[in-house]
């Protein structure tokens, strides 16, 4: 497969063969500690550029692009890219190899989780809503996607490659042992949907682990009501914090919290749950409404 810009006809790199030759031309090791595992299969490539939804009218950031890629894939597809990537020896390949022949690409040397990417999303367009799309580091994915949701960046949608065992997490409800805080978090701001299982060998190097792609996609509207989102939240994660323990219990030993046993089962009275409750038995509506009712 070949992509052709600005007069150039370049071999693209979803492949272990021009992957390769790329590393070797510019020497380049890889390092553990930022979670480089790059992708080498063109009908994965090509699934997420579908699944995203990506047209000619996105803007997309893209988080760490590796050696670009999947980011020659999104200029193609894409209005604008906007690629971070925090490892400084990468951005000679970027910028006078794989991506040279884009005029659509920003690149940008840095830490997506020292990014302001709501001041990114309103110079870049306008204030508008991206698509997120990426490969994650797979060491920072939690923190990166509660960032962009907490941090209210207008995004339409985030489509990432995330370990299979994480993307599962997001994806469940109460009653099943992967459900948690992240869960419930994701749930609030998006529908998640996974929409590839991807094998190890679909990388270089090899990760341990199995990778999964999943769509979360942005709600219009908060799915619950909640007065107190950050109570929410709080009540959220002391309820995971100490999954064993009932629910009261849990809340009641949150440093950050100040309820006492007797206000949350009245509030449990309330609600038609029993006393001796544990939190991974609620679903979302009802933790709003815990928090709602302790006020
Ligand atoms: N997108 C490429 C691909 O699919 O082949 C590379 C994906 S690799 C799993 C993750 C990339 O994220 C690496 O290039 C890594 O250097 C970069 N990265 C790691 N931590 C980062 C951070 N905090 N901010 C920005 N990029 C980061």
Redesign the pocket.
Same mark, same amino acid.
């Given at each position: 497969m070949l992509f052709c810009r600005k007069g150039n006809t370049m071999a693209t790199l979803g492949n272990p063969t021009n992957t390769m030759a790329v590393l070797n031309r510019y020497g380049f090791s890889f390092?553990k500690k930022?979670?480089?595992?790059?992708?080498i299969d063109r009908g994965i490539l090509e699934k997420i550029i579908r699944e995203a939804g990506i047209t000619k009218e996105d803007t997309v950031l893209? &988080?760490?692009?590796?050696?670009g890629?999947?980011t020659q894939y999104l200029c193609e597809g894409a209005k604008k890219v906007i690629a971070?990537?925090?490892?400084k020896n990468?951005i000679p390949i970027l910028t006078e190899d794989t991506l040279a022949s884009y005029d659509n690409v920003k690149i940008i040397n840095?830490?997506?989780?020292k990014l302001d990417i709501n001041r990114l999303a309103e110079e870049e367009n306008g204030g508008k809503p991206i698509k997120v799309v990426?490969?994650?580091?797979y060491y &920072?994915t939690t923190p990166i996607i509660m960032g962009l949701f907490e941090s209210h960046v207008p995004i339409d949608s985030v489509t990432v490659m995330v370990q299979k065992e994480v993307a599962e997490r997001m994806q469940v409800g109460p009653g099943t042992k992967d459900y948690g805080a992240l869960s419930l978090a994701v749930q609030y701001y998006a529908i998640p949907e996974i929409v590839a299982v991807v094998p190890p060998e679909c990388f270089i190097p090899r990760p341990n682990v199995s990778s999964a792609v999943i769509r979360l996609t942005r709600h219009n509207k908060a799915p619950v009501d909640v007065k107190n989102e950050k109570q929410m939240f709080a009540i959220i994660r002391a309820a995971f914090n100490q999954r064993r323990k009932t629910l009261k219990n849990s809340i009641n030993n949150s440093p950050e919290l100040g309820f006492s046993k007797e206000s949350v089962e009245t509030a449990l009275e309330h609600m038609g749950l029993p006393d001796a409750v544990r939190g991974e038995k609620l679903t979302l509506a009802q933790f709003a409404e815990l928090s709602n009712l302790l006020g």
């Open positions: 390092q930022y979670g480089q595992n790059f992708l893209e &988080i760490g692009p590796g050696i890629t999947m971070v990537e925090i490892d990468l840095d830490d997506i989780l990426a490969n994650l580091p &920072i």
